[in-house]
Structures are given as C-alpha cells and as structure tokens.
C-alpha cells in the first residue's frame, strides 16, 4: 500500500530560527494535505496542493509539490512559539483502500 | 457553523469488551473519515463513509467496524478489545469526501483506554 516518509522526527529550534519538514509517498499523490496538531489537540487542516511544482504560502509558512507529485515540504521562517506542534502532511491517491495515508508527523519545539 | 463533535470524548473498557464510538460531521458535509492515533503508528486511516455507504476501508481486522446513517452522523464500532486498541480516535469530515479531494476537518477524537 501507498507510505508515506516524513522527516524530521523531531527539530528543535531557537524562535526565530527557519524550520522544514519533508513528505515522500512511495506513490504518485493525487493530492496532498498538512495539518498542524497541536499538544493534546486534534489535526488541523492547513493546506492543500494538488498541481505538479505548486508553491503555497501562508504569512511565514511555505508549501511545496514536487514535479513527480510524489514529494512535499513545509517551511517556516522565523519561528514563534505559536508554531509549537506537530505538523503531518498527508498523501491522498484519489480514494481508495489507502484512504488519506499520514506521514508520521515532525514534532517541532522552539526554544525561547 | 458548529465542528465535528465526536461522543464520548473518553472511555476505559477492558479486553473483550465492545465499545461504539459516535461521530456528528459538520453540518452539510456527507462525508465521514475516522482514523486511528497511536504514538507509535500515527494515523492511520480506519474508513470512509459516503452517503450511508463504505467508500474507503483501510488495512485493519475485522472487529473494526462502521456505519453512516441518513443524518450523516456515523458510528464506529470495535469488538473484543485488544490492549492495543487503546488509540485517540479521530473522525473527519468532508463535503465530497477523499475522492474529491476535500479538505478534512477534524473533531476532537475519543481517547479510548483498553485494560
């Protein structure tokens, strides 16, 4: 079935500091979403990206596709504590038997 | 508009037990994901319901089960606990569900504790 690899497991950074994780699925991705979990709190849906090489921002967070559609990556400048969380991108195929495969997730903490 | 409410929101049972967990999507949204969060797993996805039907089922045994009535609130059902049934689980829902691509919005889960 469809994996999904994420890494970082953990970052630790000083606030301010820059901050990536990156997605590869063993499959081509119909799409791909990231949520935000925050400590003992639920999945919040950030973003999706559906077309080959698209680049999303948010304020200081930017998403990208790969040209494949098979990998991803989140960046954020200048973190703050806000940011504190867990952030997991997720592959969808279109439906199906794998239904919305979750990467592990990258448990990021920001050191004041 | 009110979230994804999802009932209870904790529950100890111990092994062989069953235990019904209830899922109330956003008002309009037909669609209903659920998915299970380990510390070792992660998510991983349990099933998707459409319309009262089952679009989407996931690698997991049989004693997981679900169902999605006419109001589009949906039900999962676990029978003859395991220890490591013991998971947050989360439902989601969606307008037109995985196929279309939607985004998926989350209720708050239930902590379930198998002793």
């Known amino acids: 079935g469809q994996q999904v690899m994420q890494i970082p497991q953990y970052q630790h950074v000083q606030e301010g500091e820059d901050f990536t994780t990156y997605c590869n699925s063993s499959t081509t991705l119909s799409n791909i979403q990231w949520y935000k979990q925050r400590p003992g709190g639920h999945p919040v849906f950030l973003i999706q990206?559906?077309?080959?090489?698209e680049v999303k921002k948010q304020k200081r967070l930017t998403f990208q596709f790969g040209e494949a559609k098979k990998n991803s990556s989140l960046h954020i400048t200048a973190t703050q504590t806000t940011d504190v969380g867990t952030y997991f991108c997720?592959?969808?195929?279109?439906?199906?038997?794998?239904?919305?495969?979750f990467g592990k997730g990258t448990h990021l903490i920001i050191q004041p | 508009k009110a979230g994804v409410t999802q009932t209870p929101r904790y529950l100890i049972k111990t092994r062989g037990q069953q235990v019904t967990l209830s899922c109330s999507p956003i008002s309009g949204h037909r669609s209903v994901s659920w998915y299970q969060q380990t510390p070792g797993q992660g998510l991983q996805f349990l099933f998707e319901?459409?319309?009262?039907?089952?679009?989407n089922k996931g690698n997991f045994p049989g004693r997981f089960s679900g169902r999605q009535f006419s109001n589009s609130r949906s039900e999962m059902n676990v029978s003859t606990l395991e220890l490591g049934d013991s998971a947050l689980y989360l439902c989601a829902s969606s307008l037109e569900g995985l196929a279309g691509a939607d985004t998926q919005y989350f209720g708050p889960g239930t902590r379930l504790t198998v002793l």
């Open positions: 990206l559906v077309k080959s090489g």
């Open positions: 997720a592959g969808n195929s279109g439906g199906g038997a794998d239904g919305l495969t």
């Open positions: 319901y459409f319309s009262e039907t089952q679009r």
